[in-house]
């Protein structure tokens, strides 16, 4: 197995929570994103967020191994042709690799015919430029925040799974035309059995997964025990952890920790991914700490640091 | 099933949490609780008396009960409870004990030695719940400190210490008209884990409390919990926890009213009626929301049971 590292351990950092006003940071669904906890953070803004990952990255490369990245694109990401050399030239220079594309286009509630006119075109540039950088895999997250096992809908759940079912399917087709790999990651909507289903239901044999530790605990399943419903289509990871503070009168909340400070069991996960998944030695794990507290790369390497002391003997770089 | 109505539900009506203190804002997740009501000047006289209203509206049919030691140490409160549940034809089919903690500071995790001097409240509570003719004890586990995920002390040393401590307890039950002791799963352990426990323990007077909802404050389903504790299963406790917030930093699992949260209440009641016993005796709701009035909490509870689940009741 590999570590790498996923851009959404620096969400804050690369503006994608909040590139707004101080006024804008205050409001509503900014409270609702950070469970109404304040966000502490303290540096300022890159100016160019990818380069300056890549940069972290082979900084990290050089400290504790690191293999690679998974980075998501925005839309006006596709537009920039010279953009995409110059990206490709830093990953070079800091000896890093492109593993994971994470899609901006995923699933929606529309009908197959409406997600093939309105989204697919879009979808295959996006897997064009993935192709054309190089990526290892192209991974697919569904928009969890309106896409939610939780949420009520008037939609049941057996049609909403159908729907994204033949969403699913579009994409799977259209990405063997390519050389990556094609994944799907349990991204705090669905919980893993529905996601298989949902893949089962798609008919394609070209789908695997991004198994994402957190996510799990955060639909309330326990990661140790669906991994090993999903080990056998796992070919990378996101390594997130949690902190259950659940025993009160009231409820409880999980929230997200630096790796190895939450309740997590990845020695347990580890060793079930190294039995069980398709090609343990090519298994890519990129970490992903989302906390509310601290500075993103202080935690980064906090996490990196305790993978490497503690479960190192899983890891081959 | 009949329905019942938990103590409970009314955790800060009844004073048991108090407003103020850090203890306070861990409890309610650092957020503010925002309730309306005043407090009663007597709690469980006012408790009782509104399930007696209840029992005519929404078929209430019993109560259970967990009171703060000093009060039935007073005759006079314990002789007008018993008389208010008598004249009101509600039955207290579970009376909750709880251990003294100025007695024995470490509770459930005393030595041997440490926890005798529980062993003296746990009596007269074992008194109390004869006078109220009820037939089974309940035990609340306390999740902050029995936790399988504390750092400090392992899973199998705190069931360990547990578990000998619950065998002094049964052993005291058996000189009382007790049918059984049922022990929540109360949020801190996997259904997993209470089955360690109770095989451990080995009585047959043991059983669940089932509480549907407590399941998803350890990463379970409930229906998978349920299928798993399924034959120690004597009572369920009815409550729904709301999952909500699926965010970038995690989520938060709160109380609300029965059917207004992530709980799957047909599909769990129906699997609990056709599997366990544990809808042949009492359903007891038990709702813990965070803002509003805790008795309309209640209220919408019981008119959700009773609208839905009609042919069980």
Same mark, same amino acid.
């Given at each position: 197995m590999k570590v790498g590292i996923a851009s959404g351990s620096y969400i804050f950092t690369a503006g994608f929570i909040h590139d707004a006003s101080l006024e804008e940071r205050d409001s509503k669904q900014h409270r609702f994103e950070l469970l109404d906890a304040p966000l502490k953070y303290y540096e300022p803004f890159p100016q160019e967020f990818l380069i300056w990952f890549i940069e972290r990255a082979g900084y990290y490369h050089k400290k504790y191994g690191l293999y690679g990245i998974h980075t998501w694109l925005r839309p006006g990401d596709l537009e920039k042709p010279d953009y995409w050399e110059e990206v490709k030239r830093v990953m070079k220079e800091n000896n890093i690799v492109f593993t994971h594309y994470g899609a901006p286009l995923t699933f929606t509630y529309t009908s197959e015919d409406y997600f093939r006119a309105n989204y697919m075109p879009t979808i295959e540039r996006h897997m064009a430029l993935a192709e054309e950088i190089g990526c290892e895999i192209y991974n697919i997250a569904g928009p969890n925040t309106t896409w939610n096992r939780f949420r009520a809908y008037t939609l049941s759940m057996d049609k909403r799974l159908r729907l994204c079912s033949e969403h699913l399917r579009l994409m799977a087709q259209a990405a063997t035309s390519y050389k990556f790999k094609f994944t799907i990651e349990n991204h705090a909507d669905y919980r893993v059995k529905e996601i298989l289903k949902i893949v089962e239901m798609s008919g394609c044999d070209n789908i695997l997964m991004n198994f994402d530790t957190g996510n799990a605990a955060i639909v309330v399943e326990d990661p140790v025990e669906v991994v090993k419903l999903v080990a056998p289509y796992t070919i990378c990871a996101h390594i997130k952890d949690i902190k259950i503070d659940a025993p009160t009168y009231y409820g409880g909340r999980f929230l997200c920790t630096p790796i190895g400070k939450g309740d997590i069991d990845f020695r347990k996960i580890f060793e079930i991914l190294a039995d069980k998944s398709p090609s343990p030695s090519d298994l890519t794990l990129n970490i992903e700490p989302h906390t509310l507290e601290g500075i993103e790369d202080e935690i980064v390497d906090e996490s990196l640091r305790y993978l490497k002391e503690e479960l190192g003997d899983f890891l081959q770089n | 099933?009949? =329905?019942?109505?938990?103590?409970?539900?009314?955790?800060?009506?009844?004073?048991?949490?108090?407003?103020?203190?850090?203890?306070?804002?861990?409890?309610?997740?650092?957020?503010?609780?925002?309730?309306?009501?005043?407090?009663?000047?007597?709690?469980?006289?006012?408790?009782?008396?509104?399930?007696?209203?209840?029992?005519?509206?929404?078929?209430?049919?019993?109560?259970?009960?967990?009171?703060?030691?000093?009060?039935?140490?007073?005759?006079?409160?314990?002789?007008?409870?018993?008389?208010?549940?008598?004249?009101?034809?509600?039955?207290?089919?579970?009376?909750?004990?709880?251990?003294?903690?100025?007695? &024995?500071?470490?509770?459930?995790?005393?030595?041997?030695?440490?926890? &005798?001097?529980?062993?003296?409240?746990?009596?007269?509570?074992?008194?109390?719940?004869?006078?109220?003719?009820?037939?089974?004890?309940?035990?609340?586990?306390?999740?902050?400190?029995?936790?399988?995920?504390?750092?400090?002390?392992?899973?199998?040393?705190?069931?360990?210490?547990?578990?000998?401590?619950?065998?002094?307890?049964?052993?005291?039950?058996?000189?009382?008209?007790?049918?059984?002791?049922?022990?929540?799963?109360?949020?801190?352990?996997? &259904?997993?884990?209470?089955?360690?426990?109770?095989?451990?323990?080995?009585?047959?007077?043991?059983?669940?409390?089932? &509480?549907?909802?407590?399941?998803?404050?350890?990463?379970?389903?409930?229906?998978?919990?349920?299928?798993? =504790?399924?034959? =120690?299963?004597?009572?369920?406790?009815?409550?729904?926890?709301?999952?909500?917030?699926?965010?970038?930093?995690?989520?938060?699992?709160?109380?609300?009213?029965?059917?207004?949260?992530?709980v799957d209440l047909p599909g769990l009641l129906f699997y609990l009626r056709e599997k366990t016993a544990g809808t042949h005796g009492f359903g007891l709701i038990e709702t813990t929301p965070l803002e509003g009035s805790e008795d309309r909490a209640v209220v919408e509870s019981l008119k959700y049971m009773t609208e839905n689940f009609h042919g069980y009741l």
């Open positions: - | 099933m009949k =329905l019942g109505v938990s103590y409970g539900s009314y955790l800060f009506t009844s004073g048991f949490v108090s407003d103020v203190g850090p203890s306070h804002k861990h409890a309610t997740l650092g957020l503010p609780m925002r309730y309306y009501e005043p407090r009663p000047d007597r709690p469980l006289r006012w408790f009782i008396q509104k399930q007696a209203e209840y029992r005519e509206k929404y078929f209430v049919r019993g109560i259970s009960l967990s009171l703060p030691l000093p009060d039935f140490q007073d005759q006079a409160i314990v002789k007008e409870t018993v008389d208010l549940l008598k004249k009101n034809e509600l039955e207290v089919p579970l009376y909750k004990i709880e251990l003294d903690y100025q007695a &024995s500071p470490h509770g459930y995790l005393s030595t041997e030695q440490e926890f &005798s001097p529980c062993m003296n409240a746990l009596r007269k509570q074992m008194e109390m719940a004869e006078h109220l003719n009820s037939k089974l004890l309940g035990i609340d586990l306390p999740g902050r400190v029995l936790n399988r995920y504390r750092k400090d002390i392992t899973l199998e040393k705190q069931l360990e210490r547990l578990s000998e401590n619950l065998k002094h307890i049964f052993k005291l039950a058996k000189s009382f008209k007790i049918d059984g002791i049922l022990l929540t799963n109360h949020a801190g352990y996997k &259904s997993k884990d209470i089955l360690n426990l109770v095989n451990r323990i080995r009585d047959d007077t043991l059983g669940v409390n089932f &509480s549907v909802a407590n399941p998803l404050l350890n990463l379970e389903d409930p229906i998978d919990a349920a299928r798993e =504790l399924g034959p =120690l299963i004597r009572m369920v406790t009815l409550n729904d926890l709301k999952v909500i917030g699926t965010t970038y930093y995690g989520c938060r699992i709160l109380g609300v009213w029965l059917g207004k949260g992530s």
